[in-house]
């Protein structure tokens, strides 16, 4: 299993339908994003089917502009870090 695309908008409602973006009202907290990067990561770091997976738009944000998919709290790219970096350990 190959998931080709994995991410979410900071938006209020990234995580009702996030493949809907730009919808909802961008938000500078990322809590909601936080929320959906948190959740899929807890359920697909299980040992199971998956193969790859590829997160959308992991490049730094510029606070002055709208984030899109990137990541826009220091927590939210640090669990993207250890999720790789737990990932690569034998």
């Not at 959740?39 to 984030?67: C, M, N, R, W």
Request: avoid cysteine; charge should be neutral; glycine fraction near 8%.
């Amino acid at each position: 299993l190959l998931f080709t695309e994995v991410g979410y908008p900071a938006a209020n409602n990234a995580l009702d339908r996030p493949w809907l973006y730009p919808t909802g009202t961008p938000t500078d907290s990322g809590d909601r994003q936080r929320d959906g990067i948190r959740s899929f990561l807890q359920v697909f770091s299980e040992t199971g089917p998956q193969k790859g997976i590829f997160f959308y738009a992991l490049h730094g944000h510029d606070p002055k502009t709208p984030s899109g998919y990137t990541p826009v709290r220091q927590e939210t790219q640090q669990m993207w870090t250890d999720y790789f970096r737990e990932r690569r350990q034998p």
